[in-house]
């Protein structure tokens, strides 16, 4: 089956260390993004790319990067997590358009 | 700032009634509507999209549509205790770039 896959599940890093999120489709969909959701709260929208065309949403922290490196890849770089970075991260794609997008199983990321 | 506002709930529905959630949406621009399903600790999965006023149904699910008064709603007929989850309502526009904005979603609990 088609689907977007979220590497690790779960992840626990220690106050600035520097922890690597990866995402995975096989949907083919040129756009992807990445959100981070805290309990009881919209999804937040850090990053998308259309393509290789990186897109950052102007309140992203400078402490949140991406990269793609090709279509069926994304990944998101928290280069010094604080406390406050503690939530689930979620990877989606979606087809050029505004369409619907499909979202992996999220990565829960615990800093220590 | 555009917004998408739901009641946060919980809505309490007995299993076999009808369950109405409701999401109002600020940009009257915005030309794609979603309704994802989301349990605790799960991703966002998606239940329904439309694109145009009226009417769609999948199922048990009807999703409304009325862009004059800028709000959507889902209704689930003969509600489940497996419905029991938080619906968030998307909405994009394309100002220049296709943008998607999430509501925090509306709480539900299917009494059994």
């Known amino acids: 089956d088609a689907m977007v896959i979220q590497n690790p599940r779960y992840q626990v890093t220690q106050f600035g260390k520097p922890v690597t999120l990866s995402c995975s489709q096989t949907l083919n969909h040129n756009v992807m993004y990445w959100y981070q959701q805290k309990s009881s709260q919209a999804p937040k929208l850090l990053f998308h790319y259309y393509d290789k065309d990186f897109n950052n949403e102007a309140d992203t922290p400078d402490n949140f990067q991406s990269r793609r490196p090709n279509t069926s890849f994304c990944f998101l770089d928290i280069r010094s997590p604080g406390l406050g970075d503690a939530a689930m991260y979620l990877c989606?794609?979606?087809?050029?358009?505004?369409?619907?997008?499909?979202f992996g199983p999220g990565t829960r990321l615990t800093v220590t | 700032q555009k917004e998408v506002e739901q009641n946060s709930g919980p809505l309490s529905v007995p299993e076999g009634a009808i369950a109405s959630l409701n999401c109002t949406y600020s940009?009257?621009?915005?030309?794609?509507f979603f309704w994802y399903r989301q349990y605790s600790g799960k991703s966002p999965e998606l239940i329904m999209s439309i694109y145009s006023n009226g009417d769609k149904e999948d199922g048990r699910f009807t999703a409304q549509l009325n862009k004059a008064s800028q709000y959507v709603s889902l209704l689930i007929r003969d509600s489940q205790p497996s419905d029991s989850a938080t619906y968030l309502c998307a909405v994009t526009t394309n100002t220049g770039g296709f943008k998607t904005i999430f509501g925090a979603g509306t709480r539900l609990f299917v009494k059994a």
């Open positions: 989606a794609t979606s087809r050029v358009g505004g369409y619907e997008q499909y």
């Open positions: 940009d009257r621009v915005s030309q794609s």
